[in-house]
């Protein structure tokens, strides 16, 4: 992993933006996976006032909170719609997403699977650090999910900003695995916040451990992770 330290949450986006645009400039067929949430909205819009054609780009939505209504505005789906799809103009056959209340969830990431089988691989897959260590949705268990699946929230998931600020309940999510993650060739890790300090203080220490899948990050050999100092409370070494 290659660690990169930012004063602050602008300078961080414009650098995630940055990354993002080398990723997927020049190829015939970009594709991006994204994850929602706070940590890399910046970086969202700055790629939407750059005013650059992102028309050509896949989408592929990381994960999404289980049994809500699709435009209910808890939703990742929400989300990425109001802030990447309209924004860059991404037409709908250009994006592979989960439904957030199907009515056979486990069919749904069956579904899933078979979409990620017909396009290509990521060029980049944009994460999140959760509180708890995950990446996408998979949270910290005994056995971890390789491919799309269901997966039961622990209680700090279920807290999320994007649930509380809308007063939305969601005990399950679907999202891609972590062999599904590690596929693209480059991983974007943005973290920010000052729940995020433990979890990234563990990613910290090289080894890899399903009570911390972000750890899992560790076997991709092109993982960049941008850290945003001042919200997360993280000193920036002195070498960066």
């Not at 069956?110 to 089988?117: C, D, K």
């Not at 509380?164 to 969601?170: I, L, P, S, T």
């Not at 000052?194 to 090289?206: W, Y």
């Amino acid at each position: 992993m290659q660690f990169h330290y930012f004063e602050d949450y602008p300078t961080m986006s414009e650098a995630a933006a940055r990354v993002f645009t080398q990723a997927t400039t020049g190829k015939d067929t970009p594709v991006a996976c994204l994850a929602t949430g706070g940590s890399p909205l910046g970086m969202y819009r700055h790629l939407a006032e750059s005013g650059a054609d992102y028309s050509g780009l896949t989408i592929i939505k990381l994960d999404e909170w289980l049994g809500l209504p699709m435009d209910h505005p808890a939703t990742c789906e929400y989300y990425l719609r109001r802030e990447v799809l309209e924004p860059l103009g991404i037409p709908p056959e250009r994006y592979v997403r989960f439904h957030s209340s199907p009515q056979d969830p486990d069919a749904e990431a069956a579904r899933m699977n078979s979409e990620l089988a017909r396009i290509p691989t990521p060029d980049i897959c944009v994460l999140g650090l959760g509180r708890n260590g995950h990446i996408g949705l998979n949270e910290p268990a005994p056995v971890l999910n390789p491919l799309c699946h269901r997966d039961q929230l622990e209680e700090s998931s279920r807290g999320h900003a994007m649930l509380d600020r809308e007063q939305a309940n969601a005990t399950e999510g679907l999202t891609l695995g972590i062999a599904d993650i590690l596929k693209a060739d480059r991983i974007l890790l943005l973290v920010s916040g000052e729940e995020k300090k433990q979890s990234f203080k563990q990613l910290c220490q090289p080894g890899i451990t399903n009570q911390l899948p972000a750890s899992m990050l560790w076997l991709h050999p092109g993982v960049e992770v941008l850290v945003e100092c001042h919200s997360t409370g993280i000193p920036r070494p002195s070498m960066d």
